[in-house]
Every structure is written in C-alpha cells, then in structure tokens.
C-alpha cells in the first residue's frame, strides 16, 4: 500500500476544506481575499465592497449611472493557531486517519473561533432590531422581515442565523418543521441548516451571543425620554430617565423612541447620574425624521439572545495568506475558495516529538449596517 507522505502543504490542503465545512457564519457573509502575503496581525487590507447603482426614469435620453463600486480598508486583527504535538509514528499514518485525529479538531477550533467573531461583532454593531412575543410565533419572524422590507433590503440572499435557544424555541411551529420541504432541491437538513423560513435562509449557530446581564436600562412606560428635541442626523442626545435610577448604557445597546420607526445603536458607554440622566455622547444611525420631539418615550433593550438577521453583503470576512516561514523550518501555505491557511512544521528535540502549527489570518468588517437586524429573543 502507497503511504502519501503528510507534508506541510498536504496538511494545509486538508485543512483549508475542514475549515469550510465547519464554519457557518463564515459561509454565509461576503468573503473578500487579498492574494497578497501579510505579515500577521494588524495588517490592513482594501477590498472592493460590492457595486451599488441608482435607477433613473427615462424620458428622451439615457441617464448613465455613475458606478459607485467603492474599496474599504479592513484590519486583519484576528491570527488565529493551533499548535500542537506529535510523534513520528502519528506523522507516518495514512492521511485519512491523521485528518481525523488531528486536523478536523484543530480546525473546528478555528472554524468555531472565527465564527464566534462575526456574531459578537455583529451583535454590537447593528441597531435595527426585532423583539420576540413570549410565546414562538411564526409572526416574529414575519415581523422581523417586514423591518428588513422597511430597510429595503435585498430579497435575495436574506439569512436568519439563531441562537441554539431561539432555535429550541421555534423549531416546533410548522413553518419550521417543513422548512427543509420548501423545493430547495429536496436536500434534507444540513447539521446547522434549518431551511427556507418567510424569505429567509436559516440556520444555528452555536457561537451567537446572549447578553444575560440587563442591555443597558429597561425605562418603565413613560419614564424615559427624550430632554430637548432631537434633530434630522441628530448623532447624541440626552435621556431622562426614574429619579434615582442608576445603570450603565453599553456599547451596542439598542434602544427604540416611541412614534418613530428607527432604532439606534449606543456607540459609547454611558453611566447615568443619580436624577437617571444618560448623555449618549453617541449613537447610530442618524436620526432620520425630521426631528424626535421634546419629552417622546425611549425604550432599552433589555438582555436578550442575540439572532441576526442580514443580507449577504452586510459583513465581510476578509481573509491573507500569511508568508511562509523561512530560517529554516518548513511550511506551506494553501489557498481554496477565498481562504488561506499556513502549516509550518517545526521538531522539539527535548520531548522528540514533531510540532505543528496551523494558522490563519483575518478580519471582519460590517459592509453596511442597513443591511441587518437583529432578532431579540428575551423569552
């Protein structure tokens, strides 16, 4: 029988479709990839967000689209690794059996590292939001797509990505016990997918959020508002909420004023005084009436699950190839369907024993915040 040696780049190789396979929110954003070497952590890249145009009506003549295709520079802050050890003996098996007992585990730890990345930068970066009814309603997810039709967001290549417990939760009501019978091409479920939900493609995440301290501050019906009218791009303001209510505004805190339709995201922290006075020195988006009057109510999100809802081209993962190793220790680097993985082997001759280091570098970027919202799940 013909032993096929395991190389660095046999390793990478086999990594890079282990990494695929076990990412979900990986899979689902926009992938941007730079063929460029990167040194490692900190590098900047730029990338090409995806192309925008404006119709016009016609009338005599033809009105040609200035195109708006535009690049944004993304941080590469994340070089995830794995390293470990084995003997000579476990180099030598067969790549199946090596795959299996030291890749594919070493690479869900990545796979599960990246992902959890994107949710918790999503979960602090999108205002628009969607509270749960206290009993699983299909209309919460009715409800959740008219705010994605409010926005204008696209139809197609809408995703739902749930917590595991928001999952338990509506994984009973029909609409998503036949999800997988929506004539997708009759594939059954996929471990993470769940199927076609109200135009949504849906699936679990194990890696989203739950925020189990309170969100910020719930105000009591009436007791939070508004101190001095808020402006159209009006970016801070000033709330007033119960005497003596002491709590503290997070980053990423959602909050809601009664009689408009936009919600806003807290971009910086804020401790209220002992009068419950909060100064949010900022906050997005802009506001977009006309103006928030004098003394309208303001409501918090309290904790919650996190479940996201977006559009493809909301988020990016943007990843490099890391350059390969030189002074002597062998490696290679892979590169497959807009990703890039190292393997650089090393020997520990203390122990005896060969050292194996798989790496990866990348960056997560929101392309456009108007394209998502989240789901609260507060049950």
Same mark, same amino acid.
């Given at each position: 029988?013909?032993?096929?040696?395991? !190389?660095?780049?046999?390793?990478?190789?086999?990594?890079?479709?282990?990494?695929?396979?076990?990412?979900?929110?990986?899979?689902?954003?926009?992938?941007?990839y730079?063929?460029?070497?990167?040194?490692?952590?900190? /590098?900047?890249?730029?990338?090409r967000?995806?192309?925008?145009?404006?119709?016009?009506?016609?009338?005599? !003549?033809?009105?040609?689209?200035?195109?708006?295709?535009?690049?944004? /520079?993304?941080?590469?802050?994340?070089?995830?690794?794995?390293?470990?050890?084995?003997?000579s003996?476990?180099?030598?098996?067969?790549?199946?059996?090596?795959?299996?007992?030291?890749?594919?585990?070493?690479?869900?730890?990545?796979?599960?590292?990246?992902?959890?990345?994107? +949710?918790?930068?999503s979960?602090?970066?999108?205002?628009?939001?969607y509270?749960?009814?206290?009993?699983?309603?299909?209309?919460?997810?009715?409800g959740?797509?008219?705010?994605?039709?409010?926005?204008?967001?696209p139809?197609?290549?809408?995703r739902?990505?749930?917590?595991?417990?928001?999952?338990? *939760?509506?994984?009973?009501l029909?609409? $998503?016990?036949?999800?997988?019978?929506?004539?997708? @091409?009759?594939?059954?479920?996929?471990?993470?997918?769940?199927?076609?939900?109200? @135009? $949504?493609?849906c699936?679990?995440?194990?890696?989203?959020? !739950?925020?189990?301290?309170?969100? #910020?501050v719930?105000? *009591?019906?009436g007791? @939070?508002?508004i101190?001095?009218?808020?402006?159209?791009?009006?970016? =801070?303001?000033?709330?007033?909420?119960?005497?003596? /209510?002491?709590?503290?505004?997070?980053?990423?805190?959602? $909050?809601k004023?009664?009689?408009?339709?936009?919600?806003?995201?807290?971009?910086? *922290?804020?401790?209220?005084?002992?009068?419950?006075?909060?100064?949010?020195?900022?906050f997005?988006? *802009?506001?977009?009436?006309?103006?928030?009057?004098?003394?309208?109510?303001?409501?918090?999100?309290?904790?919650h699950r996190?479940?996201?809802?977006?559009?493809?081209?909301?988020?990016?993962?943007?990843?490099?190839?890391?350059?390969?190793?030189?002074?002597? =220790?062998v #490696?290679?680097?892979?590169?497959?369907?807009?990703?890039?993985?190292?393997?650089?082997? #090393?020997?520990?001759?203390?122990?005896?024993?060969?050292?194996?280091s798989?790496?990866?570098? +990348?960056?997560?970027k929101?392309?456009?915040?108007?394209?998502?919202?989240?789901?609260?799940?507060?049950?």
């Open positions: 029988m013909t032993t096929t040696l395991i !190389t660095p780049l046999v390793v990478a190789k086999e990594a890079l479709i282990s990494l695929e396979n076990n990412m979900v929110m990986g899979n689902l954003v926009h992938r941007a730079s063929p460029e070497f990167q040194p490692g952590v900190g /590098a900047t890249v730029v990338i967000k995806p192309t925008t145009f404006t119709a016009t009506a016609f009338t005599s !003549t033809v009105g040609y689209s200035t195109i708006t295709e535009s690049s944004v /520079a993304v941080v590469l802050d994340k070089h995830w690794d794995v390293s470990f050890q084995v003997t003996q476990e180099l030598s098996c067969d790549v199946a059996n090596f795959s299996e007992q030291f890749i594919q585990p070493a690479v869900r730890a990545i796979a599960q590292a990246v992902d959890s990345d994107i +949710c918790t930068r979960a602090t970066a999108i205002a628009a939001h509270p749960v009814t206290a009993t699983p309603v299909v209309s919460d997810i009715s959740l797509e008219a705010v994605m039709d409010i926005m204008k967001v139809v197609m290549d809408r739902l990505v749930l917590n595991p417990t928001t999952k338990s *939760a509506y994984i009973a029909d609409a $998503f016990l036949n999800a997988d019978k929506r004539g997708d @091409g009759g594939q059954a479920l996929r471990t993470a997918e769940i199927g076609r939900v109200m @135009g $949504f493609e699936y679990m995440d194990q890696n989203m959020p !739950t925020f189990s301290q309170v969100m #910020g719930a105000f *009591a019906a007791t @939070g508002t101190t001095g009218a808020w402006a159209a791009g009006a970016t =801070a303001g000033t709330v007033t909420g119960a005497t003596g /209510a002491v709590s503290t505004v997070n980053v990423g805190d959602c $909050f004023v009664t009689g408009y339709d936009e919600w806003f995201k807290v971009d910086v *922290a804020s401790t209220s005084s002992t009068a419950g006075i909060f100064i949010l020195s900022s997005s988006p *802009a506001v977009k009436a006309t103006s928030m009057t004098d003394g309208s109510v303001v409501t918090f999100q309290l904790g996190q479940n996201l809802a977006f559009h493809k081209n909301a988020i990016a993962l943007v990843t490099a190839p890391l350059q390969p190793p030189i002074g002597g =220790a #490696g290679a680097v892979a590169n497959y369907n807009g990703l890039s993985c190292r393997v650089v082997y #090393g020997y520990d001759q203390q122990y005896k024993k060969n050292n194996i798989i790496d990866f570098l +990348c960056g997560v929101m392309l456009d915040m108007d394209l998502a919202a989240r789901l609260c799940d507060k049950r």
